[in-house]
Structures are given as C-alpha cells and as structure tokens.
C-alpha cells in the first residue's frame, strides 16, 4: 500500500539553526501539505502545495519557513533559523485533489529544538 | 472560518464498554467530516470519513460515526472497547477547497 514517508523521525538541533524536513508524498498525488503538531496541542495546517507553488498557508507559516519539490519525488520544509517554540511534530500529507478527499499523513518528525 | 471542537481531552473506559468520542463542528458550507487515530509514536491515520450521501459511516476497527447536521454533531462509537484501541483521535472537517482543520483530539484509555 502507498504510504508518505518522511525523514528523519527524530530531530535535534540547536536554536537558530536551519532544519530541512523531508517528505516523500504518494507518486500520483498532486496536492502536498505540512501540518504540526505541538506537544499537547491540536494537528495545525501550515501550508498546501501544489503545481510547484504554494496554495495556501497559515499565519504559522511566516519568513522563517520555505517549502519546495526539488525533484519529482521530495517535498520539504525548512526552517530556516529554529527557535525553542518550533519544537513539535511535524506532519507531511498528500492528496490527490483538494476538497472533499482524503489525505495520506506521514509518520512525522519530532524535532527537538535546544 | 470552520472549526471542530472535541468535548473531552481524555475518555477512559473500560475493555468492553461502549467507546463515545465527541466532536462538534461549524462550517459555513456543508463540510467534509473525518476522524483520524494516532497510535503512540505513529503517524495520522484515517478512521472513517462522512462526504456525501448515508450519514452513519462505517470506519476501520469496528468505529462507525454519525453525520447529524441539526446538532453539527459528528460523534465517533465502538459498541466495544479493545485495549487495542487506546490511541489519540482527531475530528478534523473540510470546508470547500479549505484545508483540513483539527479538534485538539481525544485520548482514549482503556482499562482492563
């Protein structure tokens, strides 16, 4: 069965440091989504992404976070200088059109700023 | 804007006992419904979903959930409750092309 995976599951890294979390979506989605989660707190949306662009993102979503599809298969979210509050869970998903369908999630990253 | 919300953050029953998730939503536009499980340490999966069509939907590990528009109402069940069934559930609704939005989520404890 087709799964998202991601890459690493654990990350720790030192504040103001720059983080890029990978996502390798279903092949044959079009739609790709970065949510996260802070310990004890709801699954928040970050971004949607599709036709190598974004579609959509939240306030979370300010300067320091950048989204790409460097090649036909990864999709990754950097943070560029991490802060303690960036420490979370971090989900990738695909779909493969917007609306009413499902979304595939990965097993997440927990990164662990320090 | 829609929003979910999750009465109780944490339901515990015992095994064999009726499991009874709440989950209330608002949408300006008929929504798409979905509960998600997260086992520890795991990823999102999905549970069941409501689009269109028959309001009581039938998910995955015996969970069924029902689409009552009058009490913007999307409750999740399990006549059953299996120790295997302890985990984190999210209600989570689509509006239109919006993404998904979560409940804070609901953690299920089931005592032996």
């Known amino acids: 069965e087709p799964e998202v995976t991601q890459t690493p599951s654990h990350q720790v890294t030192q504040m103001g440091q720059e983080v890029i979390l990978r996502c390798v979506p279903i092949?044959?989605?079009?739609?790709f989504y970065w949510y996260r989660q802070i310990l004890g707190q709801k699954v928040e949306f970050l971004v949607s992404f599709y036709n190598n662009e974004i579609s959509e993102k939240s306030e979370i979503f300010d300067d320091q976070f950048s989204v790409e599809r460097p090649d036909g298969s990864n999709f990754t979210l950097k943070i560029r200088s991490t802060k303690l509050e960036d420490s979370a869970m971090y989900f990738c998903?695909?779909?493969?059109?917007?609306?009413?369908?499902?979304?595939?999630f990965g097993q997440g990253t927990r990164l662990t700023v320090v | 804007a829609q929003s979910v919300t999750q009465l109780g953050s944490h339901v515990s029953v015992s095994e064999g006992a009726l499991v009874l998730l709440r989950c209330n939503y608002s949408?300006?536009?008929?929504?798409?419904l979905f509960w998600y499980v997260q086992y520890p340490n795991q990823g999102l999966q999905l549970l069941l979903k409501?689009?269109?069509?028959?309001?009581l939907v039938k998910g995955i590990n015996g969970f069924e959930a029902e689409f009552k528009k009058s009490e913007t109402s999307f409750h999740l069940t399990k006549p059953s409750a299996h120790m295997s069934d302890a985990a984190e559930y999210f209600c989570a609704v689509i509006s239109g092309n919006t993404p998904l939005v979560f409940g804070k989520g609901t953690r299920l404890s089931v005592i032996a």
């Open positions: 949408s300006s536009v008929p929504p798409y």
């Open positions: 409501y689009t269109t069509g028959a309001t």
């Open positions: 998903a695909s779909s493969e059109a917007r609306g009413n369908t499902e979304a595939f």
């Open positions: 092949s044959n989605h079009l739609y």
